[in-house]
């Protein structure tokens, strides 16, 4: 099991994972350094808690992808996400889904006619 202060910052970072906080604002918060977060996200996650927020945050993207209005736009919702090169976006967003945030969006609005 992770120590309370790999959860809680878990925790913090899903719930702000739309405004990106630092990571050492982050460990502050929760009274450890920057490093002792990082090591003990790689330790007992194996990953960075910058890659855990970018999940997040790609999660949050596509959730709001398949429920946004048609009106709204793709570029519109990812900057709300903080995604400002698209090029990037479309790229990190394929490999962790299999499509383009194009195809969700699509797929999405073909449910949401029937």
């Known amino acids: 099991a992770a120590p309370g ?3 809680r910052a ?9 405004e990106a906080p ?5 460990a502050q918060r929760l009274g450890v350094s920057a490093r002792t977060l990082s090591e003990g996200f790689r330790r007992f996650r194996g ?3 910058r890659d855990f927020l970018a999940a997040r945050r790609l999660e ?13 736009a793709i570029a519109e919702i990812a900057s ?9 976006l479309a790229g990190h ?3 962790r889904f299999g499509e383009l945030p194009s195809q ?3 797929r999405a609005q073909t449910r949401t006619r029937r």
């Open 80 to 88: 709300g996400w903080g995604f400002a090169n698209f090029g990037a």
């Open 60 to 72: 949050g993207l596509r959730a709001e992808l398949q429920s946004a209005p048609p009106e709204r």
């Open 10 to 18: 878990e925790e913090i970072l899903a719930a702000e994972a739309r």
């Open 47 to 49: 990953i960075s808690p």
């Open 22 to 26: 630092a990571i050492g604002a982050v």
């Open 104 to 106: 969700t969006r699509a």
């Open 93 to 95: 967003y394929r490999r």
């Open 5 to 7: 202060y790999v959860r």
